[in-house]
């Protein structure tokens, strides 16, 4: 859906070919992953997209990822003190509990990449568990870098062409997956720096993809997210907060 390229492009403010890499070799705490949900009105969609409902949400979860140290995600005969068995599993809950064509969207704003030089390839991606959904158009990244002064948008990612792999810490039930330039849209130049990079979440439950086994679940659940090189295994925050409750007797 074209439109989606030019959704969310003021979510956060300024914005808006698997590859042979070690699994785990460069985790960086410099890098965040901060979860947001976007409820747009009339019109921040596009024409004819109606205003958005409260119907998505974002949060980093305990136990709803892969072991953040790396490790395998079942250990069935192993001992209790096994470091795996007690390591928190964070993953990433993306969800739209409705209709696409609603205007709104989960996802993280990606800290930590602004001024970040694009080399090439430029390669961006995530784990994923079998399940749920993960189409063409999301979860993506919405990209925005700035090259010889010029910004430009890129729409990063499409699962439903790019060639999935079986995770390392759990083939049978997740699976690893990367975007390189014949997933971005347009492809992304080299030598600029990047200025923004968003993970989107705006499929609703009327869209499927092979994951979900075409019945359209409107979630997703991300983890060990990869920045050219780079992961984030974890995070924090739930969005939206409490702070964004509107109680009908306030």
């Known amino acids: 859906m074209i439109h989606r390229i030019f959704l969310l ?19 960086d705490d410099d890098l965040r992953a901060v979860p947001f949900a976007f409820v747009g009105a009339a019109g921040d969609c596009g024409t004819g997209y109606p205003a958005g409902s409260n119907i998505v949400t974002a949060a980093w979860l305990r136990g709803m990822g ?21 390591d928190p599993h964070l993953g990433l809950l993306l969800s739209k509990n409705g209709p696409t064509a609603d205007c709104s969207a989960s996802g993280a704003e990606i800290k930590g990449v602004r001024g970040m030089r694009v080399t090439t390839p430029f390669i961006l991606g995530f784990d994923y568990r079998n ?10 990244f919405n990209v925005v870098v700035r090259t010889a002064g010029v ?4 729409f990063v990612g499409n699962c439903a062409t790019d060639t999935p792999a079986a995770a390392v810490q759990d083939p049978a039930q997740w699976t690893t997956i990367r975007f390189g330039p ?8 080299s030598g600029g720096t990047v200025v923004s990079i968003d993970l989107i979440y705006d499929d609703g439950t009327d869209s499927t993809s092979v ?24 995070g924090e925050g739930i969005a939206p907060g409490d ?3 509107h109680d009908d007797d306030d």
């Open 66 to 86: 892969l072991p953040d140290n790396g490790g395998p995600n079942s250990n069935p005969v192993d001992p209790r003190d096994n470091p795996n068995k007690t």
């Open 243 to 245: 702070k964004d409750r």
């Open 211 to 234: 994951p979900d086994d075409a019945q359209g679940v409107g979630l997703s659940v991300v983890d060990n997210i990869f920045i050219n090189g780079r992961f984030i295994r974890s």
């Open 182 to 189: 014949a997933s971005q849209f347009p492809p992304i130049p």
């Open 151 to 154: 910004e430009t948008f890129h």
């Open 9 to 27: 492009t003021a979510v956060v403010g300024s914005i808006g070919l698997m590859t042979c890499v070690p699994a785990f070799a460069d985790d």
């Open 131 to 140: 399940g749920g959904h993960c189409g063409g158009g999301a979860p993506r």
